[in-house]
């Protein structure tokens, strides 16, 4: 019922900043855990970070750097990267589900991504 879209992917280099944006229409985001995932080319998709109603967890990689956030008021998730690594060249998606048990895993559903290209 939901519907996610993300956004502020781009190119950038290695070290800096940048923050991805996950909106969603038809339902409230407060009523989700959300998750944020990557998939790079030629490889699986992989857990970066999420956030539910008591705790935000995240890939061990992005301690430190990554935050994420809720923005109720525009009903959006923000994904707040600082010092990004070539590594981390990917298609970034956010992801919605109604439950908080697993959250690294199990999402219900999915936007559509927005790639994130880090140059060195």
């Known amino acids: 019922q939901v519907n996610l879209v993300e956004s502020g992917g781009r190119v950038v280099q290695a070290g800096d900043s940048l923050t991805l944006t996950c909106d969603a229409n038809?339902?409230?985001?407060?009523?989700?855990?959300i998750g944020w995932f990557r998939q790079a080319a030629g490889k699986d998709r992989e857990f970066v970070a999420a956030i539910s109603w008591i705790t935000t967890v995240y890939e061990d990689s992005v301690k430190g750097r990554f935050t994420l956030s809720r923005d109720n008021e525009k009903n959006a998730v923000h994904l707040q990267m600082h010092n990004v690594i070539p590594e981390e060249t990917a298609i970034y998606y956010c992801a919605a589900k109604h439950d908080s048990y697993e959250l690294r895993s199990r999402y219900s559903y999915w936007g559509q991504g927005t790639q994130v290209t880090v140059s060195t």
């Open positions: 038809g339902d409230t985001l407060r009523r989700y855990s």
